[in-house]
């Protein structure tokens, strides 16, 4: 019984945890827009090609609830934001909310396909690493991955514009069309993530290697393949998924330049575009977006380590029976 209140309790301290964190997201999205250069009036005249005067910065400022008090602004915002009222575009003059549902396809299936790709490269070459530590081929992975954490985002997307697009014409040059328009994208978004993430994966399973189970199963001459699937992927395994969760966000928030360079109808472009056109209420709607995301995967990830990891049961099992 006590068990099934500590769990009530967790659920209910993870609950108000990510509301609080979605709050504290809503007013740091609200303050950096207040903070930006410009005046919002100005700029939703301007993409309605109204003539910038006096008075029709007066006639915006009322119209959108400028000219109230800073704090009557945020709590308005945040109640529209929860009855599911983002506001409507200056640019596009059609509602955020449907312009955003649009722009999150693109975004998630070009994040899936990149991370899938990461995901197989980075493991295989952290594990080959970590298995042949000092050998000629680790060191080839190690400066190969610290090559691939130098290289600037945008300065590879147009590079492979350059060189596979406009000079070989092997794949478009931008766009969403069929999977081969995916290539390029994707590459360019998983590039500066395999170095880290092979590096991130060879250091913790090497951390394995060195541990007294693993030494004892290579003494009773266990076979090579039951040690690295039973005793150095199964412990390294919430450390590897960590990485992972973090390359997520990592691919997801990290679009917005790869969108913009190979002009993906995305969130990301959405945003750059927003950001270009001083579209306020887009610019809101895509910030609470990559926090709102950034809270999700973190605590999916926490959640799944609790169940994977036996020790963290253990330890909340032995601190309920303590209570008991």
Sequence with gaps: MLVNQSNIMRLLKNFVSFFLALLVISLLTFI?????????????????HVAINDEALN??????????????????????????DLGTSYLKKMSVLE???????????????????????SFALG???????????????????????????FWLGYMLIIIFAVTLKWVPVSG????????????????????QTTLLIRKSILEQMNQAHVTNAIIRGVQKRYIITNHLLKNALVTILTVFSANIMALFTGSVLVEEVFSWPGIG???????????????????????????????????VVHYIEPQLRMQKREASYEKE
């Design 32 to 48: 950096l827009i207040k903070l930006q250069p410009g005046d919002p009036a100005a700029n939703y005249l301007r993409a309605s």
């Design 59 to 84: 006639a915006a400022r009322e119209q959108l609830g400028l000219n109230k008090h800073i704090v009557v602004q945020y709590t308005d915002w945040l109640v529209a934001i929860l009855k599911g």
């Design 99 to 121: 312009l955003l549902g649009k722009s999150l396809l693109p975004t998630f299936q070009l994040g899936i396909i990149s991370f899938i790709l990461l995901s197989i490269i």
């Design 127 to 153: 594990l080959i690493s970590a298995i042949y530590h000092g050998k000629i081929i680790d060191y080839l992975i190690q400066i190969l991955s610290y090559i691939d954490i130098s290289i600037p985002t």
């Design 176 to 195: 969403r069309g069929g999977l081969i328009n995916y290539i390029l994208p994707a590459i360019t978004l998983i590039t500066p993530l395999i170095g």
């Design 269 to 303: 472009k959405m945003f750059t575009s927003a950001v270009k056109g001083g579209d306020t209420p887009v610019i809101q709607a895509a910030l609470l977006f990559f926090g709102l995301f950034a809270i999700i995967i973190n605590s999916l990830t926490q959640l």
